[in-house]
């Protein structure tokens, strides 16, 4: 399951809440975006201890989400653990997200 993110403060209570996340920042009018979006569902029902969640950086309710961590390009996905980023993977690189989210379920 993918959360849709609406509010910084949304955001807050789930990094506070859950030690390990996957915050995917995308746009529908991006084709990579939209494409990746399967495998980014799979991902999420098969790593149920990784909590996934997208921000659509059209939104101006998250805008304040999309400036904290520097996203410039869709997507761009961003891995945190306990509170921290640990990493970026930007473009829709089904394997190396992959590979990334094995890495912070570990």
């Not at 209570?13 to 915050?23: P, Q, S």
């Not at 509170?83 to 394997?95: C, R």
Request: hydrophobic fraction near 40%; proline fraction near 3%; charged fraction near 25%.
């Amino acid at each position: 399951m993918v959360t849709e993110i609406k509010s910084k403060s949304q955001l807050d209570k789930i990094l506070n809440e859950n030690e390990r996340v996957v915050i995917d920042f995308w746009a529908s009018w991006c084709g990579p975006c939209v494409s990746i979006m399967p495998a980014v569902v799979e991902l999420s029902t098969k790593h149920t201890g990784v909590t996934f969640v997208k921000v659509n950086v059209d939104e101006e309710s998250v805008a304040d989400i999309v400036e904290k961590y520097e996203v410039e390009a869709m997507p761009t996905f961003v891995f945190i653990r306990n509170g921290q980023v640990e990493t970026k993977v930007v473009g829709a690189n089904k394997d190396k997200l992959t590979k990334t989210v094995e890495t912070l379920a570990a």
